[in-house]
């Protein structure tokens, strides 16, 4: 995967950002990064404070890594039978969080983490259509969370 250049914008407001050079880990850490594409003019922002521990034994370390999101899938369940077709649409909208966030994941204003397209994969197998899960858009991203959380892929 090509380097992504982190914009500011794309980084979450909560996130912690670090500025220690010091810190043997900086070159591979996500909040340091982060720090690095903070706007000259900004006076405030959240931080990592040394005692989150020094080096590898740093509580906050987050590895710099992209991953490559989808965004949007308007015409994923075109080609499912009838038959399949309203189970299928719930279980996506539960995984997914409900109604709203299904709708936001659809129409690409949240961004779907790599396990949560490997999920939906995974459902379209189990009902027998393979080869049919496509994504309106991919997009390399940095990975803020571990968990899909959409509110990371928001745009």
């Known amino acids: 995967m090509s380097k992504v250049r982190l914009q500011f914008s794309d980084v979450p407001t909560d996130w912690a950002l670090c ?20 706007p000259d003019n900004t006076t405030a922002a959240m931080c990592v404070t040394p005692k989150a521990g020094i080096g590898s034994d740093c509580k906050r370390f987050r590895i710099a890594e992209t991953i490559t999101v989808a965004a949007g899938f308007k015409s994923l369940f075109n080609k499912v039978k009838h038959e399949h077709y309203v189970e299928m649409r719930r279980k996506t909208m539960d995984y997914l969080g ?55 892929f928001v745009r």
Do not use: M
Request: aromatic share 20%; with cysteine.
């Open 19 to 38: 500025f220690n050079k010091e810190c043997p880990l900086h070159a591979a850490c996500l909040r340091y990064e982060a720090g690095k594409a903070l």
């Open 98 to 152: 409900g109604e709203t966030a299904f709708y936001r994941y659809r129409n690409g204003k949240y961004r779907l983490s790599p396990e949560q397209q490997e999920w939906i994969h995974r459902l379209f197998g189990r009902y027998g259509y393979t080869g049919l899960v496509e994504f309106d858009e991919y997009h390399d991203e940095y990975r803020f969370f571990d968990n899909g959380n959409h509110a990371t």
